[in-house]
């Protein structure tokens, strides 16, 4: 078993950026890639970004592309989503989850076997 513990969200206006963590225990030998989604209310939860391994490929939603990074610090087994630049669309609880693999990328929640309990992000106007 994984588990994950997001922390770092928050009530920030449009423009500003916000860093979400996520600390990852247990099995962690056997996660293949993390990655982070996000739901609005009345909406499915989306995929907004995914990192292997090692932490040298990275794959995002097309709508966060060029403002939101994920990273990786294997040594503190925690997965970092970097925001930038934030609009009130980007409003959600956002998830971190794992998964054992294989993985294809395809950014889909089937690919993932563990999730933590989100992390309120709210931008106003």
């Known amino acids: 078993q994984v588990q994950l513990v997001e922390s770092g969200g928050g009530l920030v206006q449009a423009g500003d950026s916000l860093r979400l963590s996520c600390v990852a225990s247990?099995?962690?030998?056997?996660?293949?890639?993390m990655g982070w989604f996000r739901q609005a209310p009345g909406k499915e939860r989306e995929f907004v970004g995914a990192?292997?391994?090692?932490?040298?490929?990275?794959y995002y939603a097309t709508s966060v592309k060029g403002r939101f990074t994920v990273s990786r610090d294997n040594a503190k087994n925690t997965v970092y989503l970097r925001m930038n630049s934030l609009k009130p669309e980007d409003t959600a609880v956002y998830y971190c989850a794992a998964a054992r693999g294989p993985y294809y990328w395809g950014g889909t929640t089937a690919e993932y076997d563990y999730w933590g309990q989100g992390t309120q992000v709210t931008v106003s106007t």
């Open positions: 990192i292997g391994r090692s932490g040298g490929n990275t």
């Open positions: 247990g099995r962690t030998f056997s996660i293949e890639a």
